[in-house]
């Protein structure tokens, strides 16, 4: 049985524009949709498991005067006969439906055994529950879909309802987070937002009335294309002003100007009652705007401005303070309202990534005399035989990793990565390949826009040739992975996004950790600390130590697991650097010029422990195995056991 919980949705800024966006299939002139949208801290709890039917059961209370037990045989027609009843379950129907006919999956039992998300609000109630379905379906039937298939599934189940939802009310799919969503045409892009500072909002069931049908239907005569003034600046307004609306949202919310931020949600109300609101009378929210502008509200709000399809459904504001934001939500119960709150604490996302591949492979000499170790042909399992560094750069575009800094030796190094990534096969070559072969070369040349290269001239170890990608990096978080190493997750995550999720919940230097043998401890950098969850897979890193002997290890550095037994934990070989750890290498580096010893090794690990006695560490151990391919005992065992 697993246990999921799927939150509501929160629109920021940018409502209406998925599927004003949607149109560019037919006006090419109506610029892309743009949306700010989070997921709120209320939604559904539920546990779920395999079943022969489709079943959906209830405990929660909040439910009950519209709640009835439901179940159903996983036949198509019957599922999509109960998607278009119109009955409370018909969202849940048409999604195991679609499943049902995609991925031709048994059963599940759905029991929501808490309901805090208000339904009917302009909170995606109904989108939530199909994104639940969806999920549920995925990690039962181990279907390997990612958040954004689920968001889709979701979506399109909901299509085979009497709703017409727009395509950002799935965006509760991504968790209690803001996102950018962007829509273009059929095309949905989905980019994670930095906060700097923690923000507080306060939304609001208005508990009035509100007809999202006749609003969608009268905003919709005005597309695709405009016939007068009015419909023009319709356009404008889910167009060209909203972007300009959402950019300044971004800019405010990753510069940690709460002010800026609330004023600019007041502007968005203004323009939106402007020039959208007049389209259709459903528009006209007397409440709404009652609440908007209560004298006793002001001076606790940055800003406020009306919820996803807008009329008198919800309100939302920007409290100035915690203490405002509780302030406000008892006065907002106290005139009758439910109120709510969200918090949206700062977000670090790790997109970009950082191999050092600058070795010269003296160990697999005389086959690195021409061919670099990090380009051995691996067969896959698929059939295809991709050099290392091609299997390592997949799993980071898997892994949701937008720009890759390699770190090369010397210039001419460049030549074999542009021309495996960047040059085109000619057209005698391509016509050889069959079609699959021919789309996967398109994949290939995608990685390529991707990548960056920065040179380690002199080779002062490992920590100085990680420096040598600092302005890269940028100031943000950056992923770690060797070039000489690949990693097989035993999971539908791979392992570079393991840790990732990991280390966006801790907002901490992050290194993968795996068990190695009490013998081999002399061989490896070991750590140890104290597990910080009962399924001991994440350790608060108390002591790093470079290659220890067996006996200092066996007193010293072991971890009990869940037996009682000792443990030996060595690097995985995937990180997750803090920008402390490029400021703690730069350090090292200046010192080391200083005292006049150019040649003296920089290394990384010295450099994480610093970091980690100011600033903690933790270690993850990653549900997977690793192949070091830098000795030939190594690179045979890996061939021999990749491809199964």
């Known amino acids: 049985m697993l246990r999921l919980f799927v939150p509501g949705r929160l629109c920021l800024f940018g409502e209406h524009t998925d599927w004003a966006g949607h149109y560019r299939t037919m006006n090419a002139d109506i610029l892309p949709g743009a949306s700010i949208v989070t997921g709120i801290e209320q939604g559904i709890y539920a546990e779920v498991e395999k079943s022969p039917i489709f079943e959906m059961f209830s405990d929660a209370r909040e439910i009950d005067d519209v709640w009835r037990d439901f179940s159903c045989r996983m036949n198509e027609q019957e599922l999509k006969r109960v998607a278009k009843s119109g009955s409370f379950f018909c969202y849940c129907a048409g999604v195991a439906s679609y499943m049902l006919e995609w991925y031709k999956v048994g059963g599940v039992r759905i029991r929501i055994t808490d309901m805090t998300l208000p339904m009917k609000s302009g909170l995606s109630s109904s989108a939530a529950i199909c994104v639940l379905v969806a999920r549920a379906f995925n990690l039962l039937y181990k279907l390997n879909l990612n958040t954004l298939g689920e968001m889709n599934i979701a979506y399109l189940g909901e299509l085979r309802t009497s709703s017409r939802c727009g395509r950002l009310d799935q965006a509760c799919a991504f968790g209690v987070k803001p996102n950018l969503m962007t829509f273009d045409g059929d095309e949905i892009e989905v980019k994670s937002l930095n906060v700097k500072k923690t923000l507080y909002w306060v939304f609001a069931d208005l508990c009035a009335e509100k007809d999202t049908i006749k609003i969608l239907s009268d905003l919709n005569k005005a597309y695709p294309f405009a016939s007068n003034e009015a419909e023009q600046n319709l356009h404008k307004a889910l167009g060209e002003w909203n972007h300009d609306i959402v950019q300044k949202a971004i800019k405010h919310m990753a510069s940690g100007d709460a002010e800026s931020l609330g004023r600019l949600m007041t502007?968005?109300?203004?323009?939106?009652?402007?020039?959208?609101?007049?389209?259709?009378?459903?528009?006209?929210?007397?409440?709404?705007?009652?609440?908007?502008?209560?004298?006793?509200?002001?001076?606790?709000?940055?800003?406020?401005?009306?919820?996803?399809?807008?009329?008198?459904?919800?309100?939302?504001?920007?409290?100035?303070?915690?203490?405002?934001?509780?302030?406000?939500?008892?006065?907002?119960?106290?005139?009758?309202?439910?109120?709510?709150?969200?918090?949206?604490?700062?977000?670090?996302?790790?997109?970009?990534?950082?191999?050092?591949?600058?070795?010269?492979?003296?160990?697999?000499?005389?086959?690195?005399?021409?061919?670099?170790?990090?380009?051995?042909?691996?067969?896959?399992?698929?059939?295809?035989?991709?050099?290392?560094?091609?299997?390592?750069?997949?799993?980071?575009?898997?892994?949701?990793?937008?720009?890759?800094?390699?770190?090369?030796?010397?210039?001419?190094?460049?030549?074999?990565?542009?021309?495996?990534?960047?040059?085109?096969?000619?057209?005698?070559?391509?016509?050889?390949?069959?079609?699959e072969a021919q789309e996967y070369e398109n994949r290939i040349l995608d990685i390529g826009k991707r990548l960056h290269y920065v040179y380690q001239h002199e080779k002062r170890g490992f920590g100085h040739a990680v420096f040598q990608a600092a302005g890269f990096a940028g100031g943000e978080p950056v992923l770690l992975l060797l070039g000489d190493t690949l990693y097989r997750s035993h999971s539908n995550k791979p392992c570079a996004l393991q840790l990732i999720e990991q280390y966006e919940h801790y907002n901490q230097l992050m290194v993968s950790i795996h068990p190695v043998p009490l013998a081999n401890v002399s061989h490896y950098g070991i750590l140890t600390g104290v597990w910080e969850n009962k399924e001991h897979t994440l350790l608060s890193v108390s002591v790093m130590n470079e290659k220890p002997k067996a006996s200092y290890a066996e007193e010293f550095l072991g971890v009990r697991n869940k037996e009682g037994k000792k443990e030996y934990y060595s690097v995985f070989g995937q990180y997750v650097l803090t920008p402390q750890v490029f400021e703690q290498l730069a350090a090292d580096i200046s010192k080391a010029d200083a005292d006049g010893d150019h040649i003296r090794e920089i290394e990384l690990t010295a450099a994480l422990e610093a970091v980690r006695q100011k600033s903690g560490m933790m270690g993850v151990r990653l549900n997977g195995t690793m192949y070091d391919m830098g000795n030939p005992t190594a690179l045979c065992n890996c061939v021999s056991q990749y491809a199964k």
């Open 267 to 435: 502007e968005a109300e203004a323009m939106f009652d402007k020039y959208i609101a007049p389209m259709s009378p459903a528009l006209w929210a007397p409440k709404l705007h009652q609440v908007l502008q209560d004298p006793q509200i002001q001076p606790m709000v940055w800003g406020g401005k009306g919820v996803g399809s807008h009329g008198d459904g919800s309100v939302q504001f920007l409290a100035r303070s915690a203490d405002d934001q509780q302030r406000l939500i008892g006065y907002l119960n106290s005139q009758g309202l439910r109120a709510y709150s969200l918090t949206l604490h700062p977000v670090h996302t790790v997109r970009k990534a950082i191999i050092p591949v600058a070795g010269f492979g003296t160990r697999l000499y005389p086959a690195t005399r021409s061919l670099k170790k990090d380009f051995f042909p691996i067969p896959c399992a698929d059939g295809m035989v991709r050099p290392v560094i091609l299997i390592l750069l997949e799993e980071l575009v898997k892994s949701g990793i937008e720009e890759i800094c390699l770190v090369l030796g010397s210039e001419e190094e460049r030549i074999q990565y542009t021309d495996f990534f960047e040059r085109q096969l000619s057209d005698e070559h391509l016509r050889k390949l069959n079609p």
